[in-house]
């Protein structure tokens, strides 16, 4: 089945320092999403992609959408302490008459203030 | 407004035992989704109501079943409970149904975090 190769898998860096995740499939979708879980909460939804090669900015946050349709990055300057978290990506596709979500396993965040 | 909130927020269960979980979604979304959480799958998408039909599925047993109330509540259930199922549940609600090339944002709540002993 479609499986999302997110990586790295955890990042632990200093206060200020840029960040750069990404995802990977062998499958193309059609819309990328980028969220952010804090604990003890529910994911939050940071950026949407709907077009590939979309470059989509929230902020300090900027995620694009590959040109291939098979990947996405989630950059995030200048990072602060409160960016902590785990950041998902997600690809949506369609399957018959149906739309599947399929998840990446997350990206860990530690900043070092 | 409130955000989507999920009762209980915590717990523990036997197997064998059998659980029902509740998620009351935001005022006015019509659309629920139900997924399991856990460190080794990630977020795995168990289903979709909407205006109290299912309108998707993800690959979880039949022990695994839900419904949506007319007030847009839902309800999930887990039968004959195994030690694979202990999870955060989590339930996300979005004004209407997605369509295939477009995405509704998903407002996720905090999730049930169940054991199974």
């Known amino acids: 089945g479609q499986q999302l190769n997110q990586s790295p898998q955890s990042m632990f860096i200093q206060e200020g320092e840029d960040v750069s995740m990404n995802c990977t499939s062998s499958s193309i979708f059609n819309t990328w999403l980028w969220y952010k879980q804090d604990p003890g909460e529910g994911p939050v939804l940071l950026i949407a992609?709907?077009?590939a090669g979309e470059l989509t900015s929230n902020g300090r946050l900027t995620a694009q959408f590959g040109i291939t349709r098979k990947d996405s990055f989630l950059n995030i300057s200048a990072s602060i302490p409160s960016d902590v978290g785990i950041y998902f990506c997600a690809g949506q596709f369609r399957a018959g008459n149906n739309r599947k979500l399929i998840w990446g396993l997350g990206t860990s965040l530690a900043v070092n203030p | 407004k409130a955000g989507v909130t999920q009762t209980p927020r915590y717990l523990i269960k036997t197997r064998g035992q059998q659980v029902t979980l509740s998620c009351s979604p935001i005022?006015?979304?019509?659309?629920v989704s139900w997924y399991q959480q856990t460190p080794g799958q990630g977020l795995q998408f168990l289903f979709e109501?909407?205006?109290?039909?299912?309108?998707n599925k993800g690959n979880f047993p039949g022990r695994f079943s839900g419904r949506q109330f007319s007030n847009s509540r839902s309800e999930m259930n887990v039968s004959t409970l195994e030690l694979g199922d202990s999870a955060l549940y989590l339930c996300?609600?979005?004004?209407?149904?997605?369509?295939?090339?477009?995405?509704?944002?998903?407002?996720f709540g905090p999730g049930t975090r169940l054991t199974v002993l």
């Open positions: 005022s006015g979304h019509r659309s």
């Open positions: 996300a609600s979005s004004p209407r149904a997605g369509g295939f090339n477009s995405y509704n944002e998903q407002f």
């Open positions: 992609l709907y077009k």
């Open positions: 109501y909407f205006s109290e039909t299912q309108r």
